[in-house]
């Protein structure tokens, strides 16, 4: 049977069609507090975006999220877990530093803010799940020990996984620094022919894993975290990956992270999408590009693969933006995620979620 995907438009008129509004409202139709019990400690995963980025969630979508949860019963937390890569959100002093100047403050959101896996992240609890590539996955001790769980997401492009949405803020999002270590295993490769020795790879690296030698960049192995953030920037499209052998799999691990971040708390998750301001790359970047097509609306879900399935449908409907990232797909029903990487087949996240059990790929969706 399909699952139900709510969807509210960004149209407004009046008050009650605000977009704060449409958020609790949506959070209500989606029925996504039927989870939450009377002292639940729930967690409200969201992204607060790498410095330099603002593509991010508002966070008065977020306080109007927390307000729902407190109705229902719950105790709200915000919380992320910190990042494999160096950055401005390695460490929750930084991380928090980060969330606070982006918005994400008590006086704003009226919750507090815990990051999940603790000051450099440790704290990881694991989890058994018994799937392909993962007996166990470790997942942030703060997230897998909460109570019920919402998921607030920014859906957009990303450099190796095609889009993020809610699989890719549970399974990435989720994993503890070690658990995003075990997703993470590809390792890209310099095409010597295109390289210019321009040097703008080595800027954005988080670790420091290129070397410069004779006019020409080569990536350390054995330092790549395989974040793949210097494919997206080299202006030579030098940097590429074995796309057929490196991309399935880790497509196929987020998803098993994603499984093992759902497994002690069925029943009592929801999630949210906001499908606006869709740049081509994860707000982990130190900034945000131009969108890739106009805002869609916001969507709320039970169910991660059919939220993330129906968001996929409603950008690819949409003319793409010339001024932006695409490189093709810009008519209204193309791809525009394989428009703007071809070789990146984002849907196996979708697929490989269904296969585990995480949710359904088909959708019913009602518009509120
Ligand atoms: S960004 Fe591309 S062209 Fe510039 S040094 Fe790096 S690999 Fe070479
Ligand atoms: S994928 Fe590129 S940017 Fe990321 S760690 Fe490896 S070499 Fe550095």
């Known amino acids: 049977m399909a699952s139900k995907v709510y969807f509210a438009s960004l149209r407004a008129r009046s008050r009650s069609e605000s977009r704060t509004s449409k958020v609790g409202r949506l959070f209500t139709a989606a029925g996504l507090g039927d989870g939450i019990r009377t002292g639940d400690l729930?967690?409200?995963k969201?992204?607060?975006g790498e410095m330099g980025s603002d593509a991010f969630i508002n966070p008065i979508y977020v306080r109007e999220v927390v307000d729902r949860?407190?109705?229902?019963?719950?105790?709200?937390?915000?919380?992320?877990?910190?990042t494999l890569y160096t950055g401005s959100r390695h460490n929750s002093v930084d991380h928090l530093e980060t969330a606070i100047a982006h918005g994400f403050d008590y006086s704003v959101v009226r919750a507090p803010l815990i990051i999940s896996d603790g000051l450099r992240g440790?704290?990881?609890?694991?989890?058994?799940?018994?799937?392909?590539?993962?007996?166990?996955?470790?997942?942030a001790a703060?997230?897998?020990?909460?109570?019920?769980?919402?998921?607030?997401?920014h859906f957009k492009g990303h450099e190796t996984a095609g889009f993020g949405g809610a699989i890719k803020n549970l399974g990435m999002g989720c994993g503890s620094a070690y658990g995003k270590m075990d997703q993470h295993s590809v390792r890209p490769k310099v095409d010597p022919v295109k390289c210019t020795g321009c040097g703008t790879c080595m800027?954005?690296?988080?670790?420091?894993?290129?070397?410069?030698?004779?006019?020409?960049?080569?990536?350390?192995?054995?330092?790549?975290?395989?974040?793949?953030?210097?494919?997206?920037?080299?202006?030579?499209?030098?940097?590429?990956?074995?796309?057929?052998?490196?991309?399935?799999?880790?497509?196929?691990?987020?998803a098993e992270y994603a499984f093992g971040a759902t497994r002690n708390k069925v029943g009592r998750m929801g999630f949210i999408n906001f499908v606006t301001?869709?740049?081509?790359?994860?707000?982990?970047?130190?900034?945000?590009?131009?969108?890739?097509?106009?805002?869609?609306?916001?969507?709320?879900?039970?169910?991660?693969?059919?939220?993330?399935?129906?968001?996929y449908d409603l950008v690819n409907r949409q003319p793409g933006f010339r001024d932006s990232k695409l490189k093709g797909g810009w008519e209204a029903g193309e791809d525009k995620f394989r428009g703007m990487r071809p070789k990146v087949d984002g849907r196996i996240q979708?697929?490989?979620?269904e296969e585990l059990g995480l949710g359904n790929l088909e959708y019913e969706l009602v518009e509120i």
């Open 42 to 44: 729930t967690a409200v």
């Open 46 to 48: 969201i992204h607060f």
């Open 69 to 82: 949860i407190k109705e229902a019963g719950g105790k709200p937390f915000i919380t992320d877990s910190n």
């Open 122 to 139: 440790r704290n990881v609890c694991w989890v058994d799940i018994n799937a392909k590539h993962f007996k166990k996955v470790r997942i």
């Open 142 to 153: 703060d997230i897998h020990n909460a109570d019920s769980l919402i998921v607030m997401t």
């Open 203 to 254: 800027r954005i690296c988080p670790v420091d894993a290129h070397i410069l030698e004779g006019g020409k960049v080569f990536i350390r192995d054995e330092v790549c975290i395989g974040c793949g953030e210097c494919i997206t920037v080299c202006p030579q499209e030098a940097i590429g990956l074995n796309w057929s052998s490196e991309i399935p799999p880790f497509l196929e691990r987020i």
């Open 277 to 311: 301001r869709v740049s081509p790359d994860c707000d982990c970047f130190p900034w945000s590009d131009n969108p890739i097509v106009p805002d869609v609306g916001i969507l709320a879900s039970k169910d991660p693969v059919a939220l993330d399935a129906a968001c």
């Open 350 to 353: 979708l697929r490989h979620g």
